[in-house]
Each structure stands twice: as structure tokens, then as C-alpha cells.
T-cell receptor
Framework: DARVTQTPRHKVTEMGQEVTMRCQPILGHNTVFWYRQTMMQGLELLAY????????DSGMPKDRFSAEMPDATLATLKIQPSEPRDSAVYFCASGFRAGAYTDTQYFGPGTRLTVL | SQQGEEDPQALSIQEGENATMNCSYK?????LQWYRQNSGRGLVHLILIRSNEREKHSGRLRVTLDTSKKSSSLLITASRAADTASYFC???????????FGQGTRLTINP
């Protein structure tokens, strides 16, 4: 049963520390998305990749957030330095896009980040 | 306001009743998708309806799409306690290469 995996599931850190979240997309998928979910803002798209190339990261605070796909089996989202307002659940999702349409996205279980 | 706005924001019904949630959007779409999120979990895809389709069924789910009104509805028939979750619509905007999610409808099924 193929699924998206994310690590860690929970992370508590202090303000100013670096946080790295990892995602393993479903094998064969060519798009990867990073979302952030909070009660106030709902689900926000931070960045997404297609065939490992970043297509859009306009949703990310550029000064502290960075997203990469070092290879097809790993996507990372890094926050440095972290701030309390970054506390949220971060979801990774993967899918397959072959043309003009965005098909189903498969979500991971999320990383619940708390920045003290 | 956002693309893909759900209505109502919250809905509470008795088990066995039907639940209807609506989604409105602003610009042309390729397709519209509905997702469910149980508390503390990731989103799970329920159903996808393409812009040239008007209605689609999957088990107890029925989705309609009216592109002239830029709206969609999700009907869950014979609701069960396990249907308690948040439901999100997501629009695949033409030219955008991404999904835009609404704020969701929180559905509670009372036993």
C-alpha cells in the first residue's frame, strides 16, 4: 500500500533553532507539494516541485524557509531560524501530473511543529 | 475572498441523515476535487470531477458541478459517525498547475 511518509511526526523546538522536515513521496509520482495548516490560515501551499524542479515557492517566507528535492525519493523543508509563528502542521503531498491537469494528491500524515 | 470557499463552515446532523456541503470558486477550472481530513490526520482524496462532467458518484458520495455557477456540492447519504471529519474542496485552476484548497466544512455526525 503506497503512501507518503513524513518525518518527524512531531517536533518541539526553541525559537531560533533550525528545523528540517522530510518527506518521501510515492514512488513514480512526479510532483511534490508542501503545505502548512493552521487554525487561523487553513491550508496554505508553501512550495511545489515537478520532476524535482521547484515550480512555485511563492507561499514561503524566503528569508527563513527553503525547500529542496535532493533526489526523487526525498523532499525536505527547512526553517532557519524558526519562530513561534511557524508552529503548525506541515503536510507533504505527492501526485502525478502528465499534462495540463493536476490530478489527485496523496497526503502524508504531517509533521506537527511547535516552536517555543 | 478565496478560491474554493466551502459552505457551511460547520454542519452537525444525526446519523442516518444526508449531509450536503457546497463549494464556490471564481475562475475557470480543469477539475474540482473533494478531500476529507480526520482530526490529526492528513487529507484523503475522495472524488475528482472534471470540468466537462456534471455529476459523479462514489459509494455514498455524490458530487455535482455547475460550471456556469462556478459551484460544486458534495452529498453524503446515510451518514455514519465515521463520516465525522473536515471536508475540503480543491480547484485545479486552468494554467495554475496546482490545487487551491478552501477552508473546509467541519461535519459532525451525532449518534
Amino acid at each position: 500500500d503506497a503512501r507518503v511518509t513524513q518525518t518527524p511526526r512531531h517536533k518541539v523546538t526553541e525559537m531560533g533553532q533550525e528545523v528540517t522536515m522530510r518527506c518521501q513521496p510515492i514512488l513514480g509520482h512526479n510532483t511534490v507539494f508542501w503545505y502548512r495548516q493552521t487554525m487561523m490560515q487553513g491550508l496554505e501551499l508553501l512550495a511545489y516541485f515537478r520532476n524535482r524542479a521547484p515550480l512555485d515557492d511563492s507561499g514561503m517566507p524566503k528569508d527563513r524557509f527553503s525547500a529542496e528535492m535532493p533526489d526523487a525519493t526525498l523532499a525536505t523543508l527547512k526553517i532557519q531560524p524558526s519562530e513561534p509563528r511557524d508552529s503548525a502542521v506541515y503536510f507533504c503531498a505527492s501526485g502525478f501530473r502528465a499534462g495540463a491537469y493536476t490530478d489527485t494528491q496523496y497526503f502524508g500524515p504531517g509533521t506537527r511543529l511547535t516552536v517555543l | 475572498s478565496q478560491q474554493g470557499e466551502e459552505d457551511p463552515q460547520a454542519l452537525s446532523i444525526q446519523e442516518g441523515e444526508n449531509a450536503t456541503m457546497n463549494c464556490s470558486y471564481k475562475t475557470s477550472i480543469n477539475n474540482l476535487q473533494w478531500y476529507r481530513q480526520n482530526s490529526g490526520r492528513g487529507l484523503v482524496h475522495l472524488i475528482l470531477i472534471r470540468s466537462n462532467e456534471r455529476e459523479k458518484h462514489s459509494g455514498r458520495l455524490r458530487v455535482t458541478l455547475d460550471t456556469s455557477k462556478k459551484s460544486s456540492s458534495l452529498l453524503i447519504t446515510a451518514s455514519r459517525a465515521a463520516d465525522t471529519a473536515s471536508y475540503f474542496c480543491a480547484t485545479d485552476l486552468q494554467g495554475a498547475q496546482k490545487l487551491v484548497f478552501g477552508q473546509g466544512t467541519r461535519l459532525t455526525i451525532n449518534p
